[in-house]
């Protein structure tokens, strides 16, 4: 297995090309991100794509890009995090790295990629970076009482969402529930969990 980080001399359109067909193996057409939103994260911050290839096949990859702590605070959900998929709030002097995608083609791609890149975060590799953050959506949390003021979440509850877990693991904390405390995330019908981790 090999592990990529950035594009550096690489062919950007074979990389893209190589993303896309991940995505529309794994997601439906619901979920994929578009060519466009794909592109525009490489051109925006090329460095902050991680791969990971086995016998010479693409088989995860997962996207980091830079904001500033000013704008993440204001941003609760993956949709607002992320520009409607697009990640437009890039600043390249941010002090926070944002997770924007994990995509892989099997459990064990995606937690080996995830745990090097939050590993080489650890030790600094973005000199401006003070907090990595991520967002997830628990769909179980879809089926409590959405008028519900104060949800308590429990971690074992956390830990039936196979994302969460994987934060959870690499030392991210719970930062927030989604803007309103108990709203419904129209892209997954579940809750947002904001996610931080200390660098």
């Known amino acids: 297995m090999e592990i990529i980080q950035g594009v550096s001399k690489q062919d950007k359109n074979h990389v893209l090309n190589q993303l896309m067909e991940l995505e529309q193996k794994i997601w439906d057409k619901s979920m994929a991100a578009s060519i466009e939103q794909v592109r525009n994260r490489l051109t925006i911050f090329s460095d902050g794509l991680w791969r990971l290839y086995d016998g010479g096949y693409l088989k995860a990859y997962m996207f980091f890009y830079p ?10 959900t993956w949709e607002d995090f992320t520009n409607e998929g697009y990640c437009n709030n890039f ?7 944002f997770g924007t995608t994990i995509c892989s083609d099997g459990k064990k791609y995606g937690n080996l990629l995830f745990a090097s890149g939050v590993s080489y975060m650890k030790n600094q590799m973005y000199v401006s970076v003070e907090e990595v953050w991520a967002c997830s959506r628990i769909p179980s949390l879809a089926l409590k009482n959405i ?3 104060d949800i308590t979440i429990e971690e074992e509850e956390l830990y039936t969402d196979g994302v969460v877990k994987m934060l959870l693991n690499q030392g991210f904390k719970p930062f927030s529930l989604n803007k309103d405390g108990y709203k419904i995330d129209k892209e997954s019908l579940g809750y947002s ?3 931080v981790l200390k660098v």
């Open 67 to 76: 904001i500033s702590k000013m704008k993440a605070v204001m941003y609760n």
């Open 91 to 97: 600043d390249p002097h941010g002090e926070i790295l």
């Open 147 to 149: 008028a519900e003021k």
């Open 193 to 195: 969990l904001t996610m």
